[in-house]
């Protein structure tokens, strides 16, 4: 337990010195925040909630980015050459990555839903216990799949170019930026199977409609499977010097980290309708404002 204190709070220093990682884990999040809730939102108080499920829900997805960088550079630098000569495995270096990447990705939560509720005076802010667990499985899931992605490539520029792919996909076709409602039919069916799409679903259902924990649960056992099998194959395919390279087939073996949302998609695509849901969301949270009550006429004589 000792060891593992003491790498994670070596991870925290080592992230606090890197500008790219400072940049997705706070820099870019403020911004979606005040680009959101100040810009996008045009004024309207009711739909400022919507916002800021998809802000909390970008946040957590900028630990696969960071993350993924973080490693690749530490592995180019020799960083990760010097550890392997400490008494630890890959896979605790991998879960002293996610625990420090978790642990100043948590206060950056907590900042938005402060500076929403004081700068821009949000109306509500939800079921804050589910809230918490999803940014807590959320961000374990997707830190999880930076770490696969840092172990299946070999240079920056590889990792680079993938992240800039897979990041594209997830933050415009997930609902995260662009609402499902304003999207293609064929793009909304590729929604189905992105993790990102359930993330920020699952946040808007806890802000909005103040779900509690049991009405998210297929989200939450596909993060949590989707987090697993990263994992385990990130440790597997770890590598610690430069000079290593990843086998081709490595990256079929990364594959395997959507199966958890293969399987919700296909459920969900023919149960739920994913974009009715989202046109609901913007319909209650900032379209229909409600309506004073009317007082009753007396019956006519």
Not at 17 to 37: A, C, E, H, Q, T
Not at 126 to 143: D, Y
């Amino acid at each position: 337990m000792r060891n593992a204190i003491a790498l994670t709070v070596s991870r925290m220093r080592l992230m606090m010195r890197n500008k790219m990682f400072l940049f997705f884990s706070l820099v870019m999040p403020l911004g979606f925040l005040f680009l959101f809730l100040g810009v996008f939102s045009r004024g309207n108080p009711f739909i400022l909630p919507v916002m800021l499920a998809q802000v909390i829900a970008i946040t957590v997805m900028g630990n696969y980015w960071g993350l993924s960088v973080q490693l690749v550079m530490f592995r180019e630098a020799g960083i990760l050459r010097r550890y392997r000569l400490a008494p630890v495995r890959a896979s605790d270096l991998l879960i002293s990555s996610i625990i420090a990447n978790y642990l100043l990705t948590l206060p950056t939560i907590i900042l938005e839903f402060v500076l929403a509720r004081v700068v821009f005076h949000v109306l509500t802010i939800g079921n804050l216990a589910t809230v918490f667990l999803l940014s807590t499985v959320g961000t374990i899931c997707f830190a999880s799949m930076g770490l696969i992605i840092a172990s299946v490539t070999n240079t920056m520029q590889e990792t680079q170019l993938i992240n800039q792919v897979i990041w594209s996909v997830l933050l415009f076709l997930s609902g995260a930026t662009l609402p499902l409602v304003t999207l293609g039919k064929h793009i909304t069916q590729i929604a189905y199977y992105l993790p990102a799409t359930y993330l920020v679903v699952g946040f808007q259902r806890a802000i909005l409609h103040h779900a509690g924990a049991l009405e998210l649960i297929p989200i939450f056992i596909s993060l949590i499977g989707t987090g697993a099998i990263a994992f385990i194959l990130s440790a597997q395919l770890f590598r610690w010097d430069p000079d290593e390279k990843a086998p081709r087939k490595a990256k079929l073996w990364a594959l395997a980290i959507i199966i958890p949302f293969l399987a919700l998609g296909y459920w969900e695509s023919g149960h739920v309708n994913l974009v009715s849901e989202s046109q609901s969301f913007f319909d209650s949270g900032g379209q229909q404002r409600p309506q004073a009550p009317q007082t009753p006429q007396a019956p006519p004589q």
